[in-house]
């Protein structure tokens, strides 16, 4: 089955350090995005890729990092510089260049800092 | 620039009650629009999307319908279950195909 999976799906962080989240998609869709989402609140865009090895920032880049090696991959990680971390992390794909595509969203990393 | 803005929850309502959850947008051009469910602890599945005015999504025993001159795509279901319980997310992608905007989202809780 095609779809998007992310691990961990519960992660914990001491403070100070990085994380790596991971993000994989089996589509074969060219964009990539990922969301941070914060109890009872929407969805913050904080990076996105529409092709490899090209990335834009979002409105929320700032102590994040990404990378897109691959088309199936892409990695964010939640550096020290992050000020509050703990959140739900989520990862979407969507065949860019047709805005009638929606986005596909994986089941999401939940990220807590101790 | 684009947005999308939706009604504050939370909304609660009683098994078998009818729906509706506002939606507006702000679009330049001709967005395609979607609303998404997200379910505890879960991402986010597509529930139904229109792509040009007057077009009608629907799925599941939800409509919304693409409404140019009011700028509106309001979700609405006959009938709602417990199961239904969730939060909802309306949504725009613009037209270039590489933005995606999402409203706040909507809590929504039925009660047997």
């Known amino acids: 089955d095609g779809g998007i999976t992310q691990s961990p799906k519960y992660l914990f962080r001491k403070e100070g350090q990085n994380v790596t989240l991971s993000c994989e998609q089996n589509l074969n869709h060219d964009a990539m995005y990922w969301y941070r989402q914060d109890p009872g609140q929407g969805l913050r865009l904080i990076y996105y890729?529409?092709?490899?090895?090209?990335?834009q920032k979002g409105d929320i880049a700032e102590g994040y990092s990404v990378s897109r090696e691959k088309k199936e991959s892409f990695p964010l990680t939640v550096t020290s510089a992050q000020k509050n971390p703990t959140a739900f992390y989520l990862c979407?794909?969507?065949?860019?260049?047709?805005?009638?595509?929606?986005?596909?969203f994986g089941p999401g990393t939940r990220l807590t800092v101790l | 620039g684009d947005s999308v803005t939706q009604m504050e929850g939370p909304v609660t309502l009683s098994e078998e009650a009818f729906l509706t959850i506002n939606c507006t947008y702000t679009a330049t051009g001709y967005p395609s629009l979607f609303w998404y469910v997200q379910y505890p602890g879960e991402g986010l599945q597509l529930l139904l999307k229109a792509t040009k005015a007057d077009d009608k999504g629907s799925n599941k025993g939800f409509e919304a319908t693409y409404r140019k001159e009011t700028t509106s795509f309001h979700l609405e279901k006959g009938s709602v279950q417990v199961s239904d319980s969730a939060v909802y997310f309306c949504a725009l992608m613009t037209n270039t195909g590489n933005q995606f905007y999402f409203g706040t989202g909507t809590s929504l809780t039925v009660i047997p």
């Open positions: 979407a794909s969507s065949s860019s260049g047709s805005w009638y595509n929606e986005q596909f």
């Open positions: 890729s529409q092709i490899v090895n090209d990335f």
